[in-house]
């Protein structure tokens, strides 16, 4: 199996960007399927964009760690020193009969990660929060 | 890792976008400035063609989001044509837009503006 990919990211937008750059150029030469590359974006994008965004309460320069293990299945881990929050559990879910536009920011991305991908787990490990997402392709009829 | 958006009137009030590149976190407030030019403009359709888009987040799918809310408002109609796979399963899987029209290509759309502008008449 091929060297996962690892980065530090600074816990900002700017952050985010950047590492994504990288990440894009990880998964083209992966050459995993197109509906996993781009749930895997996806999935960083909106991890990352949450945790640069509420996931610490000081001012402070702060990072996060992202692993991607390629395979069958890929996953997906983000794991952050912020405040406790379980995404899956904590995060506003949208209502039944309620329209997605009136999700607070970061609900809708989780959403949509939680509808892409094979699996969502969390858990708090040593004062860490340790987001994985796993990713299976689609199977083609 | 960018946006460009072309944009031409197709008929009076009537917006093409065309979307090229990624509409995510880094880019999607270009769009939304468009958006309010557009509507500041008096757009009755604004119609995003999503062919050379390869990649939305969530933060696309709010300008979306946002583009068919306000057109609600001033009784018109956002429209969508042509989108890739992965961008259709963004909006489809997240029910996002129940009831959008999308359409995959120009002739389909063109013949709904035609239906809309025979029932305004």
Known sequence: ?141 | MSLRVHQRERRPRCFDLLLEGRLDTETHQQLEMKLDMLLAGDAKVIHYDLSKLAYMSSAGLRVLLRTAKEMRKVGGEMILTNPQPQIRAVIEVAKALPGQAIFQDFDELDAYLDEIQRNAT
């Open chain 1, 1 to 141: 199996m091929a060297e996962p990919f690892h980065l530090t990211v600074p816990a900002s937008q700017e952050g985010v960007v950047e590492a994504m750059k990288e990440l894009v150029r990880f998964l083209d030469a992966a050459r995993c399927t197109p509906d996993v590359a781009y749930a895997v974006q996806l999935a960083f994008e909106e991890l990352g964009t949450n945790i640069a965004k509420y996931g610490f309460d000081d001012r402070q320069d702060h990072c996060f760690e992202v692993v991607l293990r390629m395979g069958a299945p890929t996953h997906l881990e983000v794991r952050d020193d912020g405040h406790p929050f379980n995404p899956w559990k904590d995060a506003p879910r949208p209502k039944q009969d309620g329209r997605l536009e009136d999700l607070p920011i970061g609900g809708l991305g989780l959403h949509l990660i939680r509808d892409m991908a094979a699996d969502v787990a969390y858990e708090r490990r040593n004062r860490t929060n340790v987001v994985t997402v796993t990713f299976k392709p689609k199977e083609t009829p």
